[in-house]
């Protein structure tokens, strides 16, 4: 298994409010995590960087991960002891109040991976059977798509596009969706921040994944593209690949 971690603040915020990294625990099971922070006065760099500097301390004292209703669990679990961390810490600290994040964390072991989502930070995964996004948006507009209010087309320019209906921090408890994937050595999965899905198309994205470059020029090469189409936005990706077991390891994490 490799993985590869960027993150940039793009071409037009002062600040990257993004939050991510690939940590190991006991057993070096690795757990990947992408969280976007929203907030004033740079409250969304708290909200963040609390929920990353939490999962990774809880992750480095977990033992090895052997099914998946574990992975679930621990993820639903310590998910929720984040969200109530930073909803108490908006509540102690003024300059942090309202302040939230997304997060997609996924759970990688040598047989399957489990993925939680708050948010529309995102996951995809490409496959034998092509290249799909495993989580769902809790977004305003992705909830008007999927009640059949606009199309997908009208979505990807839609005012509230950045509306978000569900993150952490923000309410004293968070709902949040997880589910286990099976994979096959060579499949690819790309956790990402909206700097990256709103600007890059899926054909975009698959195209850079199938590539023969390396992970690390893979992920070079899809924050390159989305500062090339606007960069209004922070920008934060990891790759994991599976492979045969013949190569491991983390390229930049």
């Not at 907030?39 to 809880?58: I, P």
């Not at 964390?105 to 995809?124: E, K, L, M, P």
């Not at 309410?171 to 999965?189: G, H, N, P, Q, Y």
């Not at 975009?204 to 924050?223: F, N, P, R, T, V």
Request: net charge negative; glycine share 8%; charged share 30%.
């Amino acid at each position: 298994m490799k993985a590869v971690f960027k993150t940039d603040r793009g071409r037009v915020r002062q600040h990257n409010e993004d939050s991510g990294g690939v940590f190991i625990n006991r057993s070096g099971q690795r757990l990947a995590i992408v969280a976007d922070g929203m907030g004033g006065h740079r409250a969304g760099d708290v909200a963040s960087e609390m929920t990353l500097a939490n999962l990774k301390m809880l992750w480095g004292n977990t033992e090895e991960i052997q099914k998946a209703d574990e992975a679930e669990e621990w993820l639903k679990l310590n998910i929720a002891k984040v969200n109530e961390i930073l909803f108490e810490h908006s509540k102690t600290f003024s300059e942090c109040e309202g302040m939230g994040t997304t997060v997609v964390a996924v759970i990688c072991t040598d047989r399957f991976s489990t993925v939680a989502s708050v948010g529309d930070s995102r996951c995809y995964i490409l496959n034998e059977t092509g290249f799909q996004q495993l989580t769902e948006d809790h977004s305003l507009v992705n909830e008007l798509v999927r009640s059949g209010q606009i199309s997908k087309e009208d979505a990807e320019h839609h005012p509230m596009k950045n509306v978000v209906l569900r993150a952490l921090g923000t309410e004293e408890t968070v709902v949040m969706d997880i589910k286990t994937i099976i994979f096959e050595d060579d499949d690819i999965l790309l956790l990402c921040s909206d700097g990256l899905s709103n600007k890059v198309n899926e054909m975009e994205m698959l195209g850079i994944l199938k590539s023969d470059k390396s992970l690390d020029e893979k992920a070079a090469k899809l924050i390159d593209l989305a500062n090339d189409h606007g960069g209004e936005d922070n920008i934060t990706l990891i790759i994991v690949e599976f492979l045969d077991g013949s190569e491991s390891g983390d390229e930049q994490c």
